[in-house]
């Protein structure tokens, strides 16, 4: 081989590793997130999807827009139809302020589109919110109900074999956990059902207002269930969401009533399994104020981790 020839040959294989490495780190920038993934095209849409998930989402939970981050979230996808749907992000509480957002992912575009990034959003938004950890029943909870219709099926499934075989969690354990247990699938199917059961009473934003009184803890569980729900102690909440759960989680027409008021719960209706779209809420809150909890004056390092709900057995 001539010299020549020899140098093409060198410059080409460089050439070919080079858009090897280009495909693998494909990233697309908004101005909240950098999403890094294999498929270039796919970066595109789901770092716009990201996009519109956190404004639908903030508006879903708070009832208004978040300002922009100083800085863009990153998200690390893998891509796969094989793939179980699934992830985690970590960022910092310091100071009433939060950053350092870093988001793992991985599953089909569809799971991806319409599950795990809602999911992991969801956690963001609350966490932009209050600026402080969350309960994780709630924070999962809360994750786990904008996932796709599919998703939460299975979650659903899981609570029903843990209330059979006599696996429930009690809420007075529920409430007070703040790290997963070994196996976290129950917190998962136990915290989305009592978040869906409190939503459908009073809708989304009066639901935040439930947690940050959940979060300052000025008051004694049995207190606060009455206040905002009307359940005269947090034993009579857990025995009317069991039951709500046995009866296959029916519609409310006027079966609790609201503390303060006298006047029925609020019927819900959900017509299909886009949430953010299809979904309609009587709220009780229009917009959701800015929380009055006492920050952090040293730094919080935390994660939230997207268990995948594989199995319905």
Request: aromatic share 12%; charged share 20%; with cysteine.
């Amino acid at each position: 081989m001539c010299k020549r020839g020899f140098v093409v040959m060198v410059l080409l294989v460089w050439t070919l590793i080079l858009g090897a490495e280009s495909i693998q780190a494909a990233t697309f920038k908004t101005k909240n997130f950098t999403v890094s993934t294999s498929d270039p095209r796919a970066a595109e849409q789901l770092a716009n999807r990201a996009e519109f998930l956190r404004k639908k989402l903030a508006v879903f939970w708070l009832g208004k827009e978040l300002p922009n981050w100083a800085k863009p979230c990153k998200i690390h996808i893998k891509l796969g139809d094989d793939l179980l749907p699934g992830g985690s992000t970590s960022f910092t509480f310091n100071k009433g302020e939060v950053y350092g957002w870093d988001m793992e992912v991985q599953g089909s575009r569809d799971r991806l589109y319409d599950s795990v990034l809602p999911h992991e959003i969801t956690h963001m938004i609350l966490a932009s919110h209050f600026r402080v950890p969350l309960p994780r029943w709630a924070d999962e909870g809360a994750a786990t109900f904008t996932e796709h219709q599919s998703e939460r099926n299975k979650y659903q499934q899981q609570l029903y074999k843990a209330l059979k075989t006599r696996h429930g969690i009690p809420l007075d354990r529920l409430f007070v956990m703040e790290e997963y247990p070994q196996d976290p699938m129950p917190l998962y199917a136990h915290g989305f059902s009592v978040v869906e059961f409190l939503i459908r009473q009073r809708g989304p934003h009066y639901f935040v207002s439930f947690v940050e009184a959940c979060i300052e803890k000025e008051k004694d569980w049995n207190t606060l269930v009455y206040e905002f729900y009307g359940y005269t102690t947090l034993e009579k909440l857990q025995n009317d969401w069991v039951e709500w759960v046995e009866n296959g989680t029916p519609e409310f027409v006027g079966t609790n009533m609201i503390a303060g008021n006298g006047t029925n719960a609020p019927k819900l209706t959900v017509q299909s399994s886009n949430l953010l779209e299809n979904s309609t809420f009587n709220e009780s809150v229009q917009v959701v104020s800015q929380p009055r909890i006492q920050p952090s004056s040293t730094p919080v390092d935390w994660s939230t981790t997207h268990v995948n709900s594989a199995s319905e057995n």
